[in-house]
């Protein structure tokens, strides 16, 4: 089970942190874990992956200002620097191991 949180309302270039928080397994026993968003009349999107032996991709939208990382405490996390308003959207995390598990979503607006 996963469970996002950290979204919430911010203005242009600044930063939050997204958290997902994963229970009944060890993160680090994931293929793959991911953010993903999705923004109004808009189909979802990946923004980042990270990966069991840690590599790491980003959208080309996201790339110098987001990073992606898995902790000890078995959380995901999703550094967001320099937010611009054309990042606000939800925000889903998702783990796969051979079928994919989503958290809810939290919200991230971004205002001008």
């Known amino acids: 089970q996963l469970q996002a949180s950290g979204g919430g309302l911010v203005q242009a270039g600044g930063s939050l942190r997204l958290s997902c928080a994963a229970s009944?397994?060890?993160?680090?026993?994931?293929?793959?874990m991911s953010w993903y968003r999705q923004a109004p009349g808009k189909q979802r999107e990946l923004v980042a992956t990270?990966?069991?032996?840690?590599?790491i991709t980003y959208a080309e939208s996201v790339k110098g200002r987001f990073t992606i990382s898995r902790n000890t405490n078995n959380t995901m996390t999703l550094q967001m620097n320099s937010l611009k308003p054309e990042d606000t959207a939800v925000y889903y995390c998702?783990?796969?191991?051979?079928?994919?598990?989503w958290g809810q979503g939290t919200q991230v607006t971004v205002s001008s």
């Open positions: 009944g397994g060890s993160i680090f026993s994931m293929k793959t």
């Open positions: 998702m783990a796969n191991k051979g079928r994919s598990y």
């Open positions: 990270i990966s069991a032996n840690r590599i």
